[in-house]
T-cell receptor
Framework: KNQVEQSPQSLIILEGKNCTLQCNYTVSPFSNLRWYKQDTGRGPVSLTIMTFSENTKSNGRYTATLDADTKQSSLHITASQLSDSASYICVVRRRGGSYIPTFGRGTSLIVHP | EAGVTQFPSHSVIEKGQTVTLRCDPI?????LYWYRRVMGKEIKFLLH????????ESGMPNNRFLAERTGGTYSTLKVQPAELEDSGVYFCASSQGRGGQSYNEQFFGPGTRLTVL
């Protein structure tokens, strides 16, 4: 069964600190992995997409990594801001066959002043 | 440019009633998707339209759910009759390009929170 597991389930950090969110998947064959940010009351917004050949990709203070061998990805947030408080969702898509994405349950991040 | 919009933002109905959710995709996006998130669970796929045609409806829970996209513009998702387990947040997303390409970014609406009492 294709699954996406995220950890931690929730995280509280102080403003200015860094944090790393984890995503493990069993989706196969792998096509790509996206990290989404979902603010309260809003829909998910894509932060970055990782393909098989990419190991790391940055988008401002967000840096995503991918290890396709171990089927793990991480999202590192640098110098956190209050506006980073949100749910971060890992979404993986298969190559060939069904293109239906598999979502993780997300990590709820709270940044305190 | 307007993003994906959904109406209503919240709906509270009693078991056995009917509810219709609406989604307006980004103009020009041929692909429209419906998803649902039940409390405590991950977002799950319901169905996919390419223009007015249903490309994949494998995620629809049962025949109480009916989705339409007349004219290939906005879409509606009707639940009739609603059951308690239908409660959740229903998201709509749209994307450009061929529906089979897994790289196309999907743009999500804010969701409709449905509560069935």
């Amino acid at each position: 069964k294709n699954q996406v597991e995220q950890s931690p389930q929730s995280l509280i950090i102080l403003e200015g600190k860094n944090c790393t969110l984890q995503c493990n998947y069993t989706v196969s064959p792998f096509s790509n992995l996206r990290w989404y940010k979902q603010d309260t009351g809003r829909g998910p917004v894509s932060l970055t997409i990782m393909t098989f050949s990419e190991n790391t990709k940055s988008n401002g203070r967000y840096t995503a990594t991918l290890d396709a061998d171990t089927k793990q990805s991480s999202l590192h947030i640098t110098a956190s801001q209050l506006s980073d408080s949100a749910s971060y969702i890992c979404v993986v898509r298969r190559r060939g066959g069904s293109y239906i994405p598999t979502f993780g349950r997300g990590t709820s991040l709270i940044v305190h002043p | 440019e307007a993003g994906v919009t959904q109406f209503p933002s919240h709906s509270v109905i009693e078991k056995g009633q009917t509810v219709t959710l609406r989604c307006d995709p980004i103009s020009g996006h041929d692909n429209l998707y419906w998803y649902r998130r039940v409390m405590g669970k991950e977002i799950k796929f319901l169905l996919h339209f390419v223009k007015e045609s249903k490309q994949d409806e494998s995620g629809m829970p049962n025949n109480r759910f009916l989705a339409e996209r007349t004219g290939g513009t906005y879409s509606t998702l009707k639940v009739q009759p609603a059951e308690l387990e239908d409660s959740g947040v229903y998201f709509c997303a749209s994307s450009q390009g061929r529906g089979g390409q897994s790289y196309n970014e999907q743009f999500f609406g804010p969701g409709t929170r449905l509560t069935v009492l």
